[in-house]
């Protein structure tokens, strides 16, 4: 920055503000020129282009996020900092939604506006016509998008898919905080691959945490680190999630399942940006982003006392919301063919055929368990078509039968009175199976496959040692979430 020596515009109607931000932009080797208006800032330009703008949301007469939006109009294509005390979630949605680099809450850290600025001005050299400028013009009809997305991995040419690329590809550039809501099943980190890799940190670690996969007792510890000695069993020192991700993304997926008495505890670090590993009174910066996940409504978890309002509105910064695969039933086929091929090159089996019927007999089913549940039978049904067509038994949309059944029964083959052992194991197995399925293979608390069937999760687990049954590979890399 020093070398390029860009020039900062500091637009704030608090003369102590404007001072101190000149102050410390140029005590880093940058210019600075302060306006105490946008108006000001309109009618006397400065006499050279700006790298970029910290700009007040509320401004006297022409408020921030009108000044963005009168630049936009005249095609002035200038990365934009907002600045506010109000931490008005709603207006930073507005203001990255129409390209706004970074939305930092007052009081500003120097090394949170400094880092944004390097980023803004970065930016700005070396993409110069970016998404986000993109961004600020009209949105072009959906006539004009491929007929087919492959993004990421991601599969399909839906409409509700479309939408929420558009939203991905708006957002990831900026820092902004991003709230995933969805099903389970529908693909959520599948979205946060693509949202990490066309962000500026996308040469920074993508680190991911299961949150409800961590015990109360360690949660401080898994979040923030710990020092030797900190506690019974600390034997060495520990990087906490936070640390790990320094400089890149965080993903906190299943954010709902974290308890209401540990939640104030995450939402210091978002808060404050920094944290201390336990046992260590040096306070550590947090230069993370944050994308969480959830498939529960949070709202009403707030409305009824189980997620805190506060640590809501810090992660709901930016919604993106992934439609089930009832509504994006166009999909199918290409998901389909997607699987189908991929399933080929794993088990090393035979290319069957996917038919019309096969195809409709698949729109015509609602799929609880979403692009998971399509997956796994896509795979089941590959194995046993030996090459031949595909033949999918499942129910009508809206039946409550289960796609419990792992391999197909001869049309002809009569029911016999009684079960042999090898019936009983394998029903077992399928009875086992099809459970796990239904809760994402989720074994304990509210939800889980324990549960489901009214026993211990030790017990469960005893079962599935017995018998043999793990979690499919497959079902932990792509759409897991």
């Excluded at 001869?410 to 016999?416: A, H, L, M, Q």
Aim: net charge neutral.
């Amino acid at each position: 920055m020093k070398e390029n020596n860009p020039l900062v515009c500091v637009i704030d109607d608090e003369s102590e503000i404007q001072e101190s931000l000149s102050f410390l932009l140029r005590s880093v080797g940058l210019k600075a020129q302060a306006f105490s208006s946008a108006q000001e800032f309109l009618t006397n330009p400065p006499l050279e282009p700006p790298g970029c703008l910290v700009v007040d949301v509320q401004l006297p007469g022409i408020s921030g996020l009108d000044l963005q939006q009168e630049l936009a109009r005249s095609n002035a294509q200038i990365p934009i900092i907002f600045v506010t005390g109000h931490g008005d979630i709603p207006t930073s949605v507005r203001a990255i939604k129409a390209g706004a680099i970074e939305f930092l809450t007052k009081p500003v850290n120097d090394e949170d506006l400094l880092r944004a600025i390097g980023q803004a001005i970065n930016f700005d050299n070396q993409i110069g016509h970016s998404r986000i400028q993109s961004a600020q013009k009209l949105p072009y009809p959906d006539d004009d998008l491929p007929s087919e997305i492959t993004f990421s991995g991601i599969v399909g040419r839906s409409a509700a898919l479309r939408r929420m690329l558009k939203d991905v590809d708006t957002i990831a550039p900026t820092s902004a905080t991003i709230l995933i809501c969805g099903e389970t099943g529908t693909g959520k980190e599948l979205i946060v691959d693509a949202i990490h890799q066309r962000s500026r940190r996308n040469g920074k670690p993508l680190v991911r945490v299961n949150c409800s996969s961590i015990p109360k007792e360690l949660f401080e510890s898994e979040f923030f680190g710990h020092v030797k000695g900190s506690f019974t069993g600390a034997i060495r020192d520990r990087l906490g999630r936070f640390e790990a991700a320094e400089g890149g993304t965080l993903f906190l997926d299943e954010v709902g399942e974290i308890p209401l008495q540990l939640q104030s505890k995450l939402l210091r670090v978002l808060q404050e940006k920094s944290y201390e590993r336990v046992g260590e009174e040096r306070m550590r910066h947090a230069d993370v982003r944050i994308i969480a996940a959830t498939n529960r409504d949070l709202k009403k978890g707030v409305a009824e006392g189980r997620f805190r309002e506060d640590l809501y509105y810090r992660l709901n910064v930016f919604q993106l919301k992934v439609a089930p695969l009832r509504d994006r039933l166009e999909d199918i086929p290409l998901l389909a063919k997607h699987f189908v091929e991929s399933s080929v090159k794993e088990f090393r089996c035979p290319k069957p055929r996917l038919t019309e019927a096969g195809i409709k007999a698949l729109q015509g089913y609602d799929w609880p368990g979403n692009i998971r549940e399509l997956r796994n039978v896509i795979e089941r049904t590959v194995i046993f078509a030996q090459g031949g067509a595909m033949d999918f038994d499942v129910p009508a949309f809206g039946s409550s039968v289960d796609l419990t059944s792992l391999a197909p029964r001869d049309v002809d083959e009569t029911e016999p009175g009684y079960l042999t052992d090898t019936e009983i194991r394998r029903r077992e197995h399928q009875n086992l199976f099809a459970v796990l399925e239904k809760a994402g293979w989720k074994v304990k608390g509210a939800g889980g496959a324990a549960e489901l069937l009214g026993v211990s999760p030790t017990t469960l687990f005893a079962r599935m040692q017995k018998i043999g049954l793990k979690r499919p590979a497959s079902t932990q890399n792509a759409w897991n979430r």
